[in-house]
């Protein structure tokens, strides 16, 4: 599984950088030696220090041995002092690319959506999760109710949304909903996006979580609940689970990116990128898995990633800055 995930991820590279990343391609084991995957690019680093900055955590402790074993793994590879920064809040790292003294960071995509726009750094990796790059946003409803077959049915019923800031509990459905224009928005504030809430569903809630929502469904609190397309599964009992029904997935949700600064030269993105796909081998894997529980990393551009979802943040007025204050555990 791992080599294969190496494999296409080296066959992306190749793609983007318009050389032929397969080196001596064994076609019976499909698999590829470390030094093969290192040899595709002949650029060199043209910096002595890479600064990394980590998604924002309340206890910096705990994370921080984690992110060491990836410091001290990179700096064996690309043959350059690593330094790690685990901030406790987005501005962090947003502020550092901008005045480059961050150079890369792991990033939540409404995060890694927002440092784009206001710094041009790129998204260069994604996680993997389950096979998966990204998860589906569901509308739920309950079984026995028929009236409710889309996501423009919504409009005028009573709805729960996980947070104001949850991706498939918020920023997907409401921003399909606004870019679509089954609702405007009159304003360009967050004021404004709260009237819109309350001027177009009979009645609305920020539950909490997947598992709240659903609960308020279940109770008849709500006539839909908003979220994952495996929040049922992973959150109910299978008695009420059968209570429900999936109206209709609204689109992918992208998953934990790696961002780069747009002051990295290409040789030097080149050879992280390198590094970094690494760890999708068996034997550095688990530094990995430790951080943030992704099982490898794919390549990827901010566009191809983030670019629709990100849409919808601009499209909810005063949502940015919400989604950075979310992760801010300096407060």
């Known amino acids: 599984m791992k080599k294969q995930i190496i494999l296409a991820s080296v066959i992306v590279i190749a793609a983007f950088l318009g050389?032929?990343?397969?080196?001596?391609?064994?076609?019976?084991?499909?698999s590829l030696?470390?030094?093969?995957?290192?040899?595709?690019?002949?650029?060199?680093?043209?910096?002595?220090?890479?600064?990394?900055?980590?998604i924002p955590v309340e206890k910096a402790d705990e994370l921080t041995p984690k992110a060491q074993a990836l410091e001290k793994f990179l700096e064996k590879k690309i043959g350059v002092d690593v330094e790690i920064v685990v901030p406790t809040n987005y501005e962090t790292i947003i502020e550092g690319m901008r005045f480059g003294h961050i150079d890369a960071a792991f990033m939540d995509t409404g995060p890694a959506w927002i440092t784009h726009q206001r710094t041009g750094a790129e998204a260069v990796l994604a996680e993997l999760v389950a096979g998966k790059v990204n998860y589906q946003a569901t509308v739920w409803a309950l079984a026995e109710n028929d009236s409710i077959n889309s996501l423009e049915d919504t409009v005028g019923k009573r709805v729960a949304f996980t947070s104001i800031t949850g991706s498939s509990g918020f920023v997907r459905p409401m921003g399909t909903l606004v870019t679509a224009g089954h609702i405007t928005i009159e304003g360009d504030d967050i004021v404004a996006l709260e009237s819109a809430l309350a001027n177009n569903f009979e009645s609305y809630t920020f539950?909490?979580?997947?598992?709240?929502?659903?609960?308020?469904?279940l109770n008849?609190?709500?006539?839909?609940?908003?979220?994952?397309?495996?929040?049922?599964?992973?959150?109910?009992?299978?008695?009420?689970?059968?209570?429900?029904r999936s109206v209709t997935t609204i689109g992918p949700v992208p998953s934990h990116v790696f961002?780069?600064?747009?002051?990295?030269?290409?040789?030097?993105?080149?050879?992280?990128?390198?590094?970094?796909?690494?760890?999708?081998?068996?034997?550095?894997?688990?530094?990995?898995?430790?951080?943030?529980g992704a099982e490898a990393l794919v390549p990827t551009t901010t566009?191809?990633?983030?670019?629709?979802?990100?849409?919808?943040?601009?499209?909810?007025?005063?949502?940015?800055?919400?989604?950075?204050?979310?992760?801010?555990?300096?407060?």
């Open 220 to 244: 008849g609190n709500v006539d839909v609940a908003f979220g994952s397309d495996i929040a049922p599964q992973k959150y109910l009992e299978l008695e009420d689970q059968a209570k429900l």
């Open 303 to 331: 566009t191809m990633h983030i670019g629709e979802f990100g849409d919808f943040i601009n499209a909810l007025t005063g949502l940015d800055q919400l989604i950075l204050d979310q992760s801010n555990y300096s407060k």
């Open 33 to 54: 030696s470390t030094d093969e995957i290192i040899s595709v690019s002949s650029e060199s680093i043209d910096v002595d220090t890479i600064t990394i900055g980590f």
């Open 19 to 30: 050389g032929n990343a397969l080196g001596n391609l064994d076609n019976n084991s499909n």
């Open 207 to 217: 539950a909490g979580g997947y598992k709240a929502a659903l609960q308020l469904l």
């Open 259 to 292: 961002m780069v600064s747009d002051e990295m030269s290409q040789s030097t993105r080149n050879a992280l990128v390198y590094a970094l796909i690494e760890l999708n081998y068996d034997e550095n894997n688990s530094i990995l898995t430790d951080l943030y």
